[in-house]
């Protein structure tokens, strides 16, 4: 169980980086094909915004692939349960306010690795 929630954190953790990709340097072109909701005109004038969202992004990959690097099982494991929690409502907030495929795409993934890494 604890190799499978390792796996989890990590996946999370390279989705995340994928998304710092797209809204930090892809914004307006990978970024355009992922975000459909946002008319074409805007991406230009939220450019900068988007790459402030994608460092943030960027912490909460930092903070999981930190809870990896703990030897500590006890300490690893509340470190990915933290940043995990804050992919959660992360996620949960984005599909509030832009778009309920963000729920799916985002807490979905963080669910299931914080379900596993409270169980391991």
């Given amino acids: ?5 390792k796996i989890l954190i990590a996946l999370v953790a390279l989705e995340h980086l994928y998304i710092l990709y ?3 340097f892809a914004w ?7 975000f459909k909701s946002i008319p074409n ?3 230009k004038p939220t450019k900068v915004m988007a790459a402030n969202q994608g ?3 960027g912490f909460l990959a930092a903070g999981l692939f930190w809870a990896l690097s703990i030897q500590d099982l006890e300490w690893s494991k509340n470190i ?3 940043f995990l ?12 306010s832009v778009s309920r495929r963000i729920f799916i795409f985002q807490s979905v993934p963080a669910i299931v690795a914080l379900i596993v890494v409270l169980l391991s």
């Fill in 80 to 82: 990915a349960s933290f």
């Fill in 41 to 43: 005109n805007l991406f």
């Fill in 22 to 24: 797209i809204e930090m």
């Fill in 1 to 5: 169980m604890i190799i499978a929630s």
């Fill in 55 to 57: 460092l943030y992004n």
């Fill in 28 to 34: 307006e072109t990978i970024g355009r094909a992922a």
């Fill in 85 to 96: 929690a804050c992919v959660i409502v992360a996620g949960i907030y984005g599909a509030y």
